[in-house]
């Protein structure tokens, strides 16, 4: 199964398509890699030892005989290229993406992807990060023990083309997950935009507080560094992905405001003891993931 991807085009080579593109040379030596972006990050990108070959400009020469068209740009410049890729993907080609949210991405590419007359798109997104982009922080393994979304059913009954890249994810230490667009973009907005968001809010308070001696920040420690690693993430990471799951991150606010109240209402009591129990179940939780 996997001579069926021999050559990858990475379209966009910052930190997730970088990393994902350092992770082919380093797991799957076999396979060319082609990278595609602006001119001054694809030979940085290039230089690194990420791609092969580095493209700019027109597109159709990274992406006319990529058996894997692995699409790491924001969602609207996604959405943008869907018909140039559409134009010029061989139709033998497996096409996917790492974007946040998936609902927009997955009606967008149903208009144009058409599997049995021309190439199939799965979408997909990687739960790996870090709060700064750009393939200056690209890293070989930060896909490893990290959550890969793909949205559609179970693998039992997918494309050949779909089980030879969960293949590769696996090779490069990705556990994939199958999901419904609306159930990941629910999920994400919960355990991931929510985060960003509250980390923004508090580091933006703190900030409009700060007083001429830079208090309170100067007697901050390391667990505030902690909370806020989130406030380090630009805002043009993020636009397109409020923009597009807006729906959920309103209500999943609104329910947190109602929390935040809850723990005001609680601090002259013990009851704010089952709040701490809660959390401290879920740290466990997620230290154990």
Not at 68 to 74: D, N, T
Not at 227 to 245: K, P, Q
Request: aromatic residues 8%.
């Amino acid at each position: 199964m996997a001579h069926l991807i021999q050559r990858v085009a990475v379209l966009g080579t910052g930190l997730i398509g970088g990393s994902f593109a350092l992770a082919l040379r380093k797991f799957t030596p076999d396979i060319d890699v082609s990278g595609w972006d602006r001119g001054e990050v694809v030979r940085e990108a290039h230089s690194r030892g990420a791609v092969h070959n580095a493209y700019f400009g027109d597109i159709a020469p990274a992406i006319s005989n990529a058996d894997l068209i692995y699409i790491a740009l924001p969602i609207s410049a996604t959405v943008d290229l869907f018909p140039d890729i559409a134009r010029h993907a061989s139709p033998r080609a497996l096409i996917t993406d790492a974007c946040s949210t998936k609902l927009r991405i997955t009606q967008a590419a149903a208009e144009l992807f058409h599997p049995e007359a021309g190439p199939l798109f799965l979408g997909g997104h990687p739960m790996a990060g870090r709060e700064l982009s750009g393939i200056a922080h690209a890293d070989t393994d930060l896909f490893r023990n990290a959550t890969y979304a793909l949205i559609g059913a179970s693998e039992d009954d997918h494309d050949p083309r779909v089980k030879a890249f969960v293949k590769i994810l696996e090779k490069i230490g990705a556990r994939p997950l199958w999901l419904g667009a609306q159930q990941h973009d629910y999920a994400v907005g919960m355990a991931s935009h929510l985060p960003q968001l509250a980390a923004v809010a508090l580091a933006s308070f703190l900030y409009d507080h700060l007083d001429e001696k830079g208090l309170p920040i100067t007697l901050a420690g390391p667990g505030l560094r902690d909370t806020l690693r989130l406030a380090g993430s630009s805002y043009n990471t993020w636009r397109d992905i409020v923009l597009t799951n807006r729906e959920v991150l309103s209500a999943a606010l609104d329910l947190y405001a109602r929390r935040l109240d809850e723990l005001r209402e609680r601090l002259a009591s013990r009851d704010l003891e089952a709040d701490f129990d809660a959390a401290n179940e879920l740290y466990k939780l997620l230290r154990s993931l």
